[in-house]
T-cell receptor
Framework: KAGVTQTPRYLIKTRGQQVTLSCSPISGHRSVSWYQQTPGQGLQFLFEYFSETQRNKGNFPGRFSGRQFSNSRSEMNVSTLELGDSALYLC?????????????FGAGSRLTVL | EDQVTQSPEALRLQEGESSSLNCSYTVSGLRGLFWYRQDPGKGPEFLFTLYSAGEEKEKERLKATLTKKESFLHITAPKPEDSATYLCALTGGGNKLTFGTGTQLKVEL
């Protein structure tokens, strides 16, 4: 069973540019969540999509956006990049269950902003 | 606001030397507390979910426990392959998890 696939794995951008990251969830998983991981702040929740709708959003500026397609694949976009956006961006997918949903994470996309 | 604090930040053990990692938390209504393991260059890997105080779960050399304010990850007779960063996270509902900053564990021969 294929896991969560994120592309690209590594990328380098300069300040002011924009970036789009892609996430393919596990087959059958309809929820996709995005997290930012930095050495100082750890993992922080960006947003979650379920059935093409944003279901929850974290405390990030509007430069961070996302979307989900009908096949559950998701993309996130960061516009007007800042140095502080350098991080590992992790995507996670999950099934819906009566209890707390277990998130399965991808390997991440490591973004470096110069 | 949900909060998770993990200690220690880093831990170095000799192979076979058992220890515990701590996760202190505050949440208005706990729906689930998770433990994940993260290896360098990889995403977090799920270990356990705990739902209520008094619950315990085990997997190989790892045992997770939960009280109303804390969770512990006990590592019994660790091996070098247990070296990783261990992350604690919780949810008050939904897939928005609040993570601690992790405990970096190094197990030496």
């Amino acid at each position: 069973k294929a896991g969560v696939t994120q592309t690209p794995r590594y990328l380098i951008k300069t300040r002011g540019q924009q970036v789009t990251l892609s996430c393919s969830p596990i087959s059958g998983h309809r929820s996709v969540s995005w997290y930012q991981q930095t050495p100082g702040q750890g993992l922080q929740f960006l947003f979650e999509y379920f059935s093409e709708t944003q279901r929850n959003k974290g405390n990030f500026p509007g430069r961070f956006s996302g979307r989900q397609f009908s096949n559950s694949r998701s993309e996130m976009n960061v516009s007007t990049l800042e140095l502080g956006d350098s991080a590992l961006y992790l995507c996670a997918s999950s099934l819906e269950s009566p209890g707390a949903n277990v998130l399965t994470f991808g390997a991440g996309s490591r973004l470096t902003v110069l | 606001e949900d909060q998770v604090t993990q200690s220690p930040e880093a831990l170095r053990l000799q192979e076979g030397e058992s220890s515990s990692l701590n996760c202190s938390y505050t949440v208005s209504g706990l729906r689930g507390l998770f433990w994940y393991r993260q290896d360098p260059g990889k995403g977090p890997e799920f270990l356990f979910t705990l739902y209520s105080a008094g619950e315990e779960k085990e997997k190989e050399r790892l045992k997770a426990t939960l009280t109303k304010k804390e969770s512990f990850l006990h590592i019994t007779a660790p091996k070098p392959e247990d070296s990783a960063t261990y992350l604690c996270a919780l949810t008050g509902g939904g897939n928005k998890l609040t993570f601690g900053t992790g405990t970096q564990l190094k197990v030496e021969l």
